[in-house]
């Protein structure tokens, strides 16, 4: 059993930074592939980026790539989620999820085993 929890979220106006962090509880959480994911008011929850359990492997989506950077740090349990120039359309309600470590597909959600709560980022034009 794995627990997340979000923090980092706010306000901020385009073309801001903001970094996420997703604590996890229990031992294993070096076992575990992560992810981030989003979803906006209306629309579908989207894939933007994840991390193998070591760290060296990472993919992102398009629309993010070049402006965010995922990594972690075992040692604290934690994964982070760095995104410069924000868009408006970054706005979302974005979570981080945990998968058990087979890196077959991470950029799709039902890959995942647990999620936390999710934390909301908001970009003003």
């Known amino acids: 059993q794995v627990q997340l929890v979000e923090s980092g979220g706010g306000l901020v106006q385009a073309g801001g930074s903001l970094r996420l962090s997703c604590a996890a509880s229990g031992r294993t959480f070096s076992s575990y592939a992560m992810g981030w994911f989003r979803q906006a008011p209306g629309k579908e929850r989207e894939f933007v980026a994840a991390?193998?359990?070591?760290?060296?492997?990472?993919v992102y989506a398009d629309s993010v790539k070049g402006r965010f950077t995922i990594s972690r740090d075992n040692a604290k349990n934690t994964v982070y989620l760095q995104m410069n120039s924000l868009k408006p359309e970054d706005t979302a309600v974005y979570y981080c999820?945990?998968?058990?470590?087979?890196?077959?597909?991470?950029?799709?959600?039902?890959?995942?085993?647990?999620w936390g709560q999710g934390t909301q980022v908001t970009v003003s034009s």
């Open positions: 999820a945990a998968e058990g470590g087979t890196w077959y597909e991470p950029s799709s959600a039902l890959e995942y085993d647990y």
């Open positions: 991390i193998s359990w070591s760290g060296g492997n990472t």
